[in-house]
C-alpha cells in the first residue's frame, strides 16, 4: 500500500465521519424544529385562554366603580328611610 492510497483512505474516512456527524446535526435541528412548532401551538393556546386573566384588570376597576355607586344608592336610601321616619315620628307624636 502506497502513502498515497493510505492518505485517500484516511482523507475518506475523515470525509465519513464529518457527513455522519453532519446527519446527526441536520436531524436533530429537524427534532428540535418539530419541538419549535408545538411549543408554538401550546404557547398560541396559552395565550387565548389567558387573556381573560389580564382583562381582569379592567374589569376589577369597573366592579369598583359599581361597589362605589351601590354603597352611594344605600346611603342615599338610608337617609330617606331616616327622614321618612323622623317625620312619621313628629307626626304621630
Known amino acids: 500500500m502506497t ?13 465519513l465521519i464529518v457527513a455522519t456527524l453532519l ?8 427534532r428540535i424544529l ?7 401551538a401550546v404557547v398560541a393556546e396559552i395565550d387565548t385562554n389567558t387573556r381573560s386573566v389580564w382583562s381582569l ?7 369598583k366603580g359599581l361597589l362605589d355607586g351601590a354603597q352611594a344608592i ?4 338610608a337617609a330617606i328611610v331616616q ?3 323622623h317625620d312619621q315620628n313628629d307626626s304621630a307624636a
Request: aromatic share 4%; hydrophobic share 55%; charged share 10%.
Open 74 to 77: 344605600d346611603e342615599n336610601a
Open 57 to 63: 384588570t379592567a374589569t376589577n376597576s369597573v366592579a
Open 23 to 30: 446527519i446527526g446535526i441536520l436531524m436533530q435541528a429537524r
Open 83 to 85: 327622614a321618612v321616619s
Open 3 to 15: 502513502l498515497w492510497t493510505l492518505g485517500f483512505l484516511a482523507g475518506l474516512l475523515v470525509v
Open 34 to 40: 418539530g419541538l419549535a412548532k408545538t411549543a408554538s
